[in-house]
């Protein structure tokens, strides 16, 4: 009996120590995973909000560093980012010359056309976000909307739309194929806004 009692604990502290050898793997392997997950946390990556690593650190769409999205950079992110959303300090924005009309009620939204906008707000902010919609959001407040940066066209069934749509066509950005034969295509993505609220005077 002694003997099987004997073979039965070797084979119990063999199953232990396989087990042991199985657990000190398995916590090695979880270690690894925990700290790669830990060093994924800490990078900001393309589609990102900006948070405390990013505020400090440029935007990959940020191809001059000074955090305001340009017309040239929000081109080339429609020509290069894959479709991923970038996020925006709206209080960097220049909205001079934008009006919020009065009989738009709290919580309703109220827009500005492409056309609009490059008569009344500044060339770059015109040319980088086009027509935008904002909510307004108290008696001289408004919160500026998330939109898709796009060079879709619209239906020619008015000359704005007409003027809209060639400028459009005239300002697509695009990506020369070999032998400089260009490449109309981009892929349309989110502009989200950090800090969406603009105050009228």
């Known amino acids: ?13 063999l199953r232990v120590e396989k087990n042991d050898i199985f657990a000190r793997r398995k916590n090695e392997v979880g270690f690894i995973v925990a700290g790669l997950n830990h060093v994924a946390h800490q990078m900001t990556g393309p589609g990102d909000p900006p948070g405390k690593n990013s505020s400090q650190q440029k935007q990959p769409w940020d191809l001059n560093g000074d955090g305001i999205l340009q017309k040239n950079e929000a081109d080339s992110w429609w020509l290069t980012g894959k479709g991923a959303d970038i996020w925006v300090d709206n209080s960097l924005i220049d909205w001079t010359g ?42 001289r407040t408004a919160s500026v909307i998330d939109q898709k940066y796009h060079y879709d066209y619209r239906p020619n069934n008015s000359v704005k739309n007409v003027i809209r749509n060639f400028m459009n066509w005239y ?7 070999p032998n400089n034969i260009p490449r109309l295509q981009g892929v349309d993505y989110m502009i989200h806004y950090q800090n969406p609220q603009i105050k009228f005077k």
């Open 171 to 177: 300002g697509k950005p695009s990506l020369p194929w």
């Open 98 to 139: 934008l009006e919020m009309p009065l009989n738009t009620s709290i919580g309703k939204t109220f827009s500005i056309d492409t056309h609009t906008a490059f008569v009344d707000l500044p060339y770059e902010t015109a040319s980088t976000y086009g027509g935008t919609s904002f909510v307004r959001t108290g008696e």
């Open 1 to 13: 009996m002694g003997c099987l009692r004997l073979e039965y604990l070797e084979f119990t502290c």
